[in-house]
T-cell receptor
Framework: NAGVTQTPKFQVLKTGQSMTLQCAQDMNHEYMSWYRQDPGMGLRLIHYSVGAGITDQGEVPNGYNVSRSTTEDFPLRLLSAAPSQTSVYFC??????????????FGPGTRLLVL | DAKTTQPTSMDCAEGRAANLPCNHSTISGNEYVYWYRQIHSQGPQYIIHGLKNNETNEMASLIITEDRKSSTLILPHATLRDTAVYYCIVRVPNAGNMLTFGGGTRLMVKP
């Protein structure tokens, strides 16, 4: 298994540009999520999904959209990039066993710089 | 989710045990204690979790006090590769209840 993969690894955007960060997992996990991590800070949840067709907002959803058309993929879209969105973005996945969420697996991250 | 308090940083000598404390005095009965770590520039890595009994796996041991208001993560023989930020997270592992990462403890393992 490749686990959780993210593309691109690095990206530079100009203010106002839009882009999509890709996340894929091959473990058939129901749950997927996006976090951002600013320098010297902990991770903050942006959006999450508990299954295909189901998404919900996390702690810091403004400026981001997500969709979950398949179990494997969970792309994060920046609608109009702002310098405040400069961060490292991590995608994660996990499964549920008897209603309990098991350990989360994280991708390697996408480093985004917005000028 | 219950709030957690961890020291900002700790040092440990290579080969010695690293004991990382976490206070979670407002933990409720159905909340678990999770530990993750993040090695520089990498994605977080799961270490261990528990409800009320002590737990051990190939990476670490988790000691939870009887009143569950605090816990300690133990790395029995720390190596330089264990240098990382360690996060203690308390949560109910339900479908809509996501991981909330705080500041964590920066562990520096020194030769």
């Amino acid at each position: 298994n490749a686990g959780v993969t993210q593309t691109p690894k690095f990206q530079v955007l100009k203010t106002g540009q839009s882009m999509t960060l890709q996340c894929a997992q091959d473990m058939n996990h129901e749950y997927m999520s996006w976090y951002r991590q600013d320098p010297g800070m902990g991770l903050r949840l942006i959006h999450y999904s508990v299954g295909a067709g189901i998404t919900d907002q996390g702690e810091v959803p403004n400026g981001y959209n997500v969709s979950r058309s398949t179990t494997e993929d969970f792309p994060l879209r920046l609608l109009s990039a702002a310098p405040s969105q400069t961060s490292v973005y991590f995608c994660a996945s996990s499964y549920f066993l008897a209603g309990v969420q098991e350990t989360q697996y994280f991708g390697p991250g996408t480093r985004l710089l917005v000028l | 989710d219950a709030k957690t308090t961890q020291p900002t940083s700790m040092d440990c000598a290579e080969g010695r045990a690293a004991n990382l404390p976490c206070n979670h005095s407002t933990i409720s009965g159905n909340e678990y204690v999770y530990w993750y770590r993040q090695i520089h520039s990498q994605g977080p890595q799961y270490i261990i979790h528990g409800l009320k009994n002590n737990e051990t796996n190939e990476m670490a041991s988790l000691i939870i006090t009887e009143d569950r208001k605090s816990s300690t993560l133990i790395l029995p023989h720390a190596t330089l590769r264990d240098t990382a930020v360690y996060y203690c997270i308390v949560r109910v592992p339900n479908a809509g209840n996501m991981l909330t990462f705080g500041g964590g403890t920066r562990l520096m393992v020194k030769p």
